[in-house]
């Protein structure tokens, strides 16, 4: 079992920068596909980013461009740099691990804690 601790999150204002991190302890952290999910209150969870084993890196349509995901396999790190926040980037971000990537909350076991983020207008 994966366990993973998300932090970073905090209240900014539109425009600012965020550096989300998830470190991950236990498995073997380089075979695994690392994936950002957020969800803001009365939303379903909703798939932000991912990046695969060989690097490959995958965003959905709302932070293309804004975000960009990297991982660390030395430091068992995977970050999310969030760049031109806006207040609909406001959510709970969620980390999750597993074998392949995939963009579906469901298909994911391995889940962090959360860490708020909050963007003011």
């Known amino acids: 079992q994966v366990q993973l601790v998300e932090s970073g999150g905090g209240l900014v204002q539109g425009g600012d920068s965020l550096r989300l991190s998830c470190a991950a302890s236990g498995g073997t952290f380089s075979s695994y596909a690392l994936a950002w999910f957020r969800q803001a209150p009365g939303k379903e969870r909703e798939f932000v980013s991912a990046i695969d084993r060989t690097f490959g890196k995958y965003y959905s349509d709302s932070v293309k461009g804004r975000f960009s995901v990297s991982r660390d396999n030395a430091q068992n790190t995977v970050y999310l740099q969030m760049d031109s926040l806006k207040p609909e980037d406001t959510a709970v971000y969620y980390c999750?691990?597993?074998?392949?990537?995939?963009?579906?909350?469901?298909?994911?076991?391995?889940w962090g804690q959360g860490t708020q983020v909050s963007v003011s207008s």
């Open positions: 999750a691990v597993r074998i392949g990537v995939s963009n579906r909350p469901a298909a994911y076991d391995n």
